[in-house]
């Protein structure tokens, strides 16, 4: 596996470039451009300029997170056909410039969603927090307002303020797509972008929906076991791929996260490891990487990745906030720098003692 860390780019993240070199182990970073908007074809000087300031920083990239999936594509509505075009544009120039990996997710309207972006645990950190009741008693259009007081000042991937603006219509507009519908949305666009990533040699791993389950009564497919193996089968080729996100798949108590890694075998493209503490089935919150702080045995999913023969990008996911840092809940430095140290540590363990 490849350690690496998310990163905004200078204009958005408060962690920069030359502190992430100095996180052991850490050499490449998951990136985006950031002021992108769904839909459109990025263009080659932008990947360029992006690719440069990595590299001149010692870096260099190791996947991108996300190129986001035009809502025309989800929904299946004529027009998706020149946004289909457009995301194959932007693959063919990713591929073009040596980027081989591209997470995405097929979420209606919201992207990930919890209900409290700065809860306090006992040791004093904050941290992302979940709770069921709360959703729902919530107006999903009064959801960005709710948290939007805790995002310290930053923009949060797939919260814009833009796209909550038009909460009330993207619901609408998904009016007529169930579960089934958003699954054959989703074979038409593998279909339609496979040949490029064959081409180019890009692996598409797509996000699980964050909680593993429908919320404000909207479809969500990639949620577990079952359906992420439909997925796989119903566009067998292995450039569709997966994002292993423990933190989102293990919303849900019933997935278990070992026992899934092993049956992506060769399809799973890039890892986003993290822990969950479960104070109730319906009600958890973000902890530390280290197992014994959350609910889940982060050896045994290192383990799992490692029987796999795992060796994509991996990064920490979501850290605490902690020593006073104020940054993009979830992704400050030192809690995800401490993951990575952990993560690092439990893989060398493994491997170590898989060799004797
Ligand atoms: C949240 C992230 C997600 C993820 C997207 C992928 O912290 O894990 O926003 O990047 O769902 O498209």
């Known amino acids: 596996m490849q350690m690496t860390l998310r990163w905004y780019g ?14 052991p182990g850490v050499k490449s970073v998951i990136t985006t451009l950031y002021d992108s908007v769904p839909g459109e074809a990025w263009s080659l000087e932008d990947i360029r ?11 260099t990239i190791a996947g991108i997170e996300s190129v986001n999936i035009h809502d025309a594509i989800k929904i299946g509505s004529p027009d998706r056909e020149q946004y289909i075009e457009n995301y194959i544009t932007t693959l063919e120039r990713l591929g073009q410039e040596g980027i081989h990996m591209v997470c995405y997710n097929f979420m209606p309207v919201f992207d990930w969603t919890r209900t409290e972006l700065a809860r306090k645990r006992p040791d004093g950190s904050t941290v992302l927090a979940y709770n069921q009741a709360t959703v729902d008693a919530l107006d999903p259009e009064k959801m960005f307002d709710s948290i ?7 923009v949060m991937p797939g919260w814009e303020p833009e796209r909550m603006a038009r909460v009330k219509e993207l619901f609408a507009l998904y009016k007529d797509v169930d579960d089934e519908k958003l699954f ?7 279909e339609r972008i496979m040949p490029t990533c064959d081409k180019y040699d890009i692996n598409m791993a797509i996000h699980p929906d964050d909680p593993a389950w429908s919320v404000f009564g909207l479809p969500r497919i990639i949620i577990n076991k079952d359906n992420i193996l439909r997925m796989m089968k ?7 791929g997966v994002t292993f996100c423990s933190g989102s798949y293990g919303t849900n108590l019933e997935n278990n996260l070992p026992d899934m890694i092993r049956s992506l075998k ?6 986003h490891v993290r822990n969950l503490k479960f104070n109730t089935p319906t009600d958890f919150e973000e902890a530390a990487h280290l197992s014994s702080d959350g609910s889940f045995d982060m050896y045994e999913i290192m383990k799992a990745l490692y029987d796999i023969g795992f060796e994509g990008p991996i990064r920490p ?4 906030m902690i ?3 104020v940054a993009m809940p979830g992704y400050g430095l030192y809690d995800r720098a401490l993951g990575a140290a952990y993560l690092n540590g439990l893989w060398e363990a493994i491997v170590k003692s898989s060799s004797k």
Not at 11 to 22: F, P, S, Y
Not at 148 to 154: L, P, Q, V
């Open 10 to 23: 200078s204009k958005h993240d408060t962690v920069t470039l030359e502190q992430i070199r100095q996180i």
């Open 49 to 59: 300029a992006m690719k440069q300031e990595v590299e001149a920083a010692g870096l």
């Open 148 to 154: 939007a007081g805790d995002m310290n000042g930053t």
């Open 184 to 190: 054959e949305n989703l074979k038409y666009f593998l």
């Open 234 to 240: 119903m566009v067998d080729n292995p450039h569709n």
């Open 266 to 271: 060769g399809r799973i493209h890039f890892a």
């Open 317 to 320: 996911d979501h850290g605490r």
């Open 323 to 325: 020593w006073g840092e």
